[in-house]
């Protein structure tokens, strides 16, 4: 169980993590803006709804810039569809806001769990939304991977900072695609695969096959050897989860 930190600990203790790169989802109030602009946008959209989830969405994002910014730590943004491994450089924390999609693509870039990754579910679903049948707003975020929410962040991250966190290797899967010339190593990922031809209406023939992972007892890490090659297993991803006294 993890240590509770009060966030006005902050300008005491010097952070763990110093240089935090922020990654930042992109609405579909933004999204759908962009098309309207190019007339494309569809006609059955509830735009005050989409403006309110963006609202509350940029209020979250501000409120973390500002918190990190009190903890005296170097601070970077980028759009999660503008994400690249360039970003990550000289990073040694990911800060995922938004929500469990915004979290996966950021988890794509990392490799051999060597920069932590926070969750931070930037609009939860609400109580009363959690207990009925009819969603009255399906476009909040989801956020079971994220260790907090837009309503308890500053005790979160001051913990994450100051040492009063876990962390938990996660296991991911990667999948090597090979054709008769060709071979493509896809990005490791969290929770599915999806196999896909890019038309809808064309039939794909694959072979696939699932691999046993074997611990490799002689090596001090938490990598896993298989017997075939067609997919292979990682424990190199780390996630800052919920603890128990949450």
């Not at 098309?35 to 709804?49: D, F, I, N």
Request: hydrophobic share 35%.
């Amino acid at each position: 169980m993890s240590t509770m930190l009060s966030s006005n600990l902050s300008h005491s203790l010097s952070p763990n993590f110093r240089n935090i790169l922020v990654v930042i989802k992109q609405t579909a109030f933004e999204e759908y803006s962009q098309l309207k602009l190019r007339g494309l946008a569809p006609k059955a959209l509830r735009w005050e709804r989409l403006e309110n989830r963006y609202k509350a969405h940029q209020n979250c994002v501000n409120n973390l810039l500002d918190i990190l910014q009190n903890h005296g730590v170097e601070i970077s943004c980028v759009n999660r569809v503008e994400l690249d491994r360039q970003h990550l450089a000289n990073k040694d924390l990911i800060v995922a806001v938004g929500g469990d999609g915004t979290v996966l693509s950021a988890a794509h870039f990392l490799d051999h769990g060597t920069i932590p990754l926070l969750g931070i579910n930037s609009d939860p679903i609400s109580e009363e939304d959690r207990d009925t049948k009819k969603k009255t707003d399906e476009r909040r975020s989801h956020g079971e991977l994220c260790m907090c929410t837009a309503n308890n962040m500053s005790d979160g991250i001051a913990r994450v900072l100051h040492g009063g966190a876990s962390f938990t290797q996660r296991t991911r899967i990667q999948c090597v695609v090979k054709s008769t010339f060709s071979e493509t190593r896809l990005v490791p990922v969290l929770n599915d695969l999806l196999i896909a031809n890019p038309s809808p209406a064309a039939v794909s023939r694959f072979r696939m096959g699932w691999m046993v992972p074997v611990a490799n007892e002689t090596s001090d890490t938490h990598e896993n050897n298989i017997t075939l090659h067609e997919h292979n297993i990682h424990n190199n991803t780390s996630l800052a989860e919920r603890s128990s006294s949450q």
